[in-house]
């Protein structure tokens, strides 16, 4: 779902390209975890979907989920 939903963004379809992208969130945070590699590139293409269509309000959550599962620097 993640591909699927670049080719929406890739086509500036981005109505359909958000579905895709909070489905399969949704399915890998429950099916690899929060803090899986693949969920973090999710949550990081839907954070570029909400800057390129003007909606801060819905990146802060996310930020705050990377933020949270980011790997602590030496």
């Known amino acids: 779902l993640n591909n699927v ?10 109505d359909p390209a958000e579905e895709a ?4 969130l949704e399915l890998e945070k429950t099916s690899l975890g929060e803090d899986n590699i693949n969920t973090m590139n999710t949550v990081k ?16 959550p996310l930020q705050q989920h990377l933020t949270a599962y980011e790997p602590a620097e030496s």
């Open 21 to 24: 992208y909070k489905q399969c």
């Open 5 to 14: 939903g670049s080719v929406f963004y890739a086509l500036k379809k981005y």
């Open 45 to 60: 293409n839907l954070i570029q979907l909400y800057e390129t269509v003007g909606k801060p309000e819905d990146i802060v």
